[in-house]
């Protein structure tokens, strides 16, 4: 298996099915697998995938009892891939699958692909999330010495080998910050490939609602950077 796709589903019922039908449309290799995480979604996101990925070989879901948070859905995904390379992306439809795809042509092209890192830097955003973006990126490559730009840019891709070096991995939000940057401290090539970044389908981000939810996202990512610093 060459590429393993992690896309965790925290009642995202209503995106689904336009989610797994354009996966269905652009996933057609045999040596990719996605795997949907149903990270204890409380509405009818399990009868969707069940019902939906019947008989699907490339696509197929697993089930977290109890919602431990976005970054324990995809280390739950991560545990049950068969890739070669592995990497998450969102189920809102923020980004195009496809994406994914465009990123593992430059693992085929990359001479050590086991060194190498992938993300998506996110184009046509709002006003006020790029300056969001903006100033928790040059505070976290200021604090943590490191540059660091568009952390929670989706898709994030990563050798297998890459992963194993993990030890004690963030359960919440911070996963994308801790990959990208242990990416940085063992001296990975970070390569971005631009992904446009669309409106929601349905329903809200689960972070992403107003001010006040940003400033917890900032809390939680202050208190992990600390952590890291030290």
């Not at 409380?42 to 019947?54: A, C, F, G």
């Not at 107003?210 to 992990?224: C, E, M, P, Q, V």
Request: net charge positive.
């Amino acid at each position: 298996m060459l590429l393993s796709i992690i896309i965790p589903c925290y009642n995202e019922a209503k995106n689904l099915p336009i989610l797994i039908e354009r996966c269905k449309t652009v996933y057609t290799r045999e040596d990719v697998e996605v795997i949907f995480v149903d990270n204890g979604s409380t509405d009818s996101t399990p009868d969707v995938l069940t019902t939906l990925l019947k008989d699907e070989s490339i696509l197929k879901s697993i089930r977290v009892e109890v919602n431990k948070g976005y970054g324990f859905g995809i280390l739950a995904g991560l545990r049950e891939s068969k890739g070669k390379i592995l990497g998450w992306t969102h189920a809102d439809m923020q980004t195009d699958p496809y994406d994914c795809l465009r990123a593992i042509e430059c693992f085929e092209r990359h001479s050590t692909p086991d060194k190498l890192f992938l993300k998506g830097a996110r184009k046509h955003r709002p006003l006020m999330d790029v300056i969001f973006t903006l100033g928790m990126s040059i505070f976290e490559t200021i604090l943590l010495r490191k540059g660091l730009w568009d952390i929670n840019a989706q898709p994030t891709l990563f050798h297998r080998d890459f992963f194993s070096s993990w030890q004690s991995p963030p359960e919440d939000f911070s996963l994308d910050l801790y990959s990208y940057y242990n990416a940085k401290h063992q001296r990975l090539t970070v390569t971005r490939i631009p992904v446009i970044f669309a409106e929601r389908a349905f329903g809200q981000s689960h972070w992403n609602i107003n001010w006040k939810a940003k400033f917890k996202f900032i809390k939680r990512t202050l208190d992990y950077s600390l952590t890291i610093r030290r």
